[in-house]
């Protein structure tokens, strides 16, 4: 019987796409007098592929993108300041991601999430204003140890006192969600990001594959037995 149900961050219920473009219109309005040159949706167009759906460190993308736009008075780092003071703002959930949490909180279930990224992970977390229905949230800049690798999920498990074979993961990325929750044993289900990709991949097959969350209620009680 499932008992705990964990969660990516990004891409499955922080709606990080819509949320970075919101970010960086914002960002080329406040410093406009520096990135006037560049026009407003090369600016963000840029940012948003450089960024890479949250892959890529902060400081690579600014830095490829004040040498790639030209910019003069600003660094980086004061990019890199402004991302830090103001992406809260803009961060945006996945539709029905609030109900969903609140279900799974009143059928009993431990809820918790493994996300890769920095600390600043946890602002965004706040700024979403879900924190309060975690039970244990783990971050690799503070754990020392990131998805796939094993050591994250086994850590988080025993947060919770849960096996692994108790516990169901659901994420976006078939390699660090998928095929890292399940060689430890975990039920996986996976967030894709449109209804056009493989559900199987080389290196990972899930459980279950759903395209909103509003699906993922249905799908824990197929797994799970349980009645929601």
């Not at 947060?159 to 996986?188: W, Y």
Request: net charge neutral.
């Amino acid at each position: 019987m499932i008992k705990a149900v964990f969660f990516e961050l990004d891409r499955t219920l922080l709606d990080r796409d819509t949320s970075v473009r919101l970010f960086a219109q914002g960002q080329y309005d406040r410093l406009y007098p520096y990135l006037k040159q560049a026009g407003k949706e090369t600016y963000v167009t840029r940012f948003v592929e450089l960024d890479n759906h949250g892959l890529v460190r902060k400081d690579r993308v600014y830095k490829q993108l004040v040498q790639e736009l030209g910019v003069r008075r600003l660094t980086w780092q004061d990019f890199y300041k402004d991302y830090r003071a103001n992406f809260r703002y803009t961060c945006r959930v996945f539709q029905d991601t609030d109900i969903v949490l609140d279900m799974l909180k009143q059928a009993g279930f431990l809820l918790g999430i493994i996300t890769n990224g920095s600390g600043h992970q946890m602002t965004n977390i706040r700024a979403i204003n879900i924190e309060h229905y975690f039970d244990v949230i783990l971050i690799s800049e503070w754990e020392g140890v990131k998805k796939p690798e094993p050591e994250i999920f086994h850590r988080a498990l025993g947060k919770l006192r849960v096996s692994a074979s108790e516990s169901v993961f659901i994420g976006d990325n078939p390699i660090a969600d998928i095929a890292g929750a399940g060689q430890v044993g975990m039920k996986t289900i996976w967030k894709r990001d449109n209804p056009e990709q493989e559900s199987v991949t080389a290196d990972a097959v899930a459980d279950a594959v759903i395209d909103n969350l509003s699906e993922l209620l249905t799908v824990l009680q197929q797994l799970n037995g349980a009645k929601l």
